[in-house]
Every structure is written in C-alpha cells, then in structure tokens.
C-alpha cells in the first residue's frame, strides 16, 4: 500500500469533517438579516476546502496508479465521485451558500476518501494500454460525481419542499437549516445546471463505449447489465431535461426522477463492482 494513498487520504478526511463541522455550525445559526459571505469561514474557509479536494485528488492518484499498475474498483469509483462532488460544491460555494448542501456531501466525501485504503481494486493495466480507456474512464467518473451532486441536492430540496409545505413549527435547528438555504427557485436553477453538465458527460461516455468499444475494451460492444443500466439511466435524465424544456417540468416530479436516475446509473458500475469484489470476492 502507498503511503502517500494513505497520509493524502487521511489529510483529505481531516479537513472535511472539520469543514463539515463549521458548516453545520453556520447552518444551524439564527437567520440574519445583514448580508454573509457564501464561504464556509469566509476566504479562509474555501481555501481549507479547496485544500481537501487537492488531498483527495491526490490520494485518488496514489490508488488508481500504484506503482507501475493501474488498479480501479467500486472504492476508486466512490472515491472519484465524491471527490468530484465536493470540487463543484466548492466552486458553487464562491457565489451561493451551499452549506447545507455541504452537510450531505462531507461526511460521505470523508468516507469515499479512506475506502481505496481497504479495497484496492481490480488490475486494469493492460486495459489502460488502449488509446480510449482513460479518457473513457475520466469521462464516466466525472459524470458520476456531477450527477452525484444532483441527487445530493434534489434530497436536500426535497427535505425543505417538505419543511416549508408543512405544518408550522416552533423555532428548530431544523427551521434554522431551512432558512440558511437560497430560495427554491435558485436551488431549482443549480439542479439542473448539474443535471445538465452530468447528462452531457453521461453522453460522452455511452457514446466512447457504445462506437469505440474495440478501442476502449478491446472486444465487441456486449449488451450487458452495465450497459442497461448506464442506457436506462441516460434515458430518464435525458427525458427529464425535455420535460423541463417542453413542458415545464419542476418540483416533486424533477426531484424524483433525479434520484431514479442517479440510483439507475449506481448500479450500472459501483453497484456491480462491489458485487464483484466484496460479496464475491474477485478482482
């Protein structure tokens, strides 16, 4: 095992859980009136944010090539995705409060970062010979992280769709929570900025491996579960965003179908990784 895999993976995990906990802090405090810096601490805090990304970048380096091997699995993939979700919450942060957002997404990002320590993936260095499969497998990690993101964000829209539609209740730090967040309106418009970006990328993988399968695999196109799920999942974002466009679609229906979508694509490589690796018990 490297040990810059596990000194970056560690740093990686401290610094979010202490960014978790400032923005659970702010989150919880009594709304105010005057105007507050969207950073977690300020400049200071985006900048101890932007640290962890860096870290986990690099713990995700040390894991996917050590040595002269290219190892990849469901722990790498996790990681990816998270590390990738946490770098656009950061980016958002620059110009919207996101720390409610950030509630979420921290402490699963601590988690993805130390799992390439347990479970070190399969051998994909003869894969990785081919001209297409890097790109192809950068491609496909980034959209995982940004829709990710998306449904990150649609559970968190549907938690204050809910608090604010409900019944009045005394003064909470749940209410306190709700009323930190930017107007559904705006939460709704960075919803589907992801969606959109995570859908474009989600296009660019199937098409690498649907037209160049021989040059990304190395063997014909196989209609396998992976390739369903990937295809089922590209199809419920890509309907969503025309329902969006032709007939207004938003609220509960946007939401839930954000969420069938990113569980549809889970399953089409992490969800079958894990399988593979830790139930079954092969590489």
Known sequence: MSILLVIAAALACVIYVIAWSGSLRLS??????????????GAQGSALLLGGV?????????????????????????????CTGVALLWFE??????????????????????LPIGFAGGDFTGESARPLFLPHLLVGTLAYGVLMLAALHATLMTVAERALHG????????????EQLPP????????FRFIGIGFLLLTLTAISGVMFSEEVFGRPLRFDHKTLFTLISWLIFGALLVGRRLRGWRGRTALRLTLAG????LLAYVGTRFVIEVILQRA
């Open 28 to 41: 919880m405090r009594p709304a105010d009136p005057a105007p507050v810096s969207p950073g977690l601490f």
């Open 54 to 82: 860096i870290s986990h970048f690099i713990s995700l380096y040390a894991a996917i090539t050590p040595g002269a091997e290219v190892r990849f699995g469901f722990a790498q993939a996790l990681s990816a995705t998270m």
């Open 93 to 114: 942060g620059l110009s919207v409060r996101v720390e409610a957002l950030r509630i979420f997404a921290l402490p699963l990002a601590a988690l993805a970062a130390l």
């Open 167 to 178: 019944p009045s209740l005394p003064i909470s730090p749940i209410a306190r929570w709700v």
């Open 184 to 191: 559904l309106l705006a939460l709704e418009r960075i919803l």
């Open 262 to 265: 990113f569980l549809v694509l």
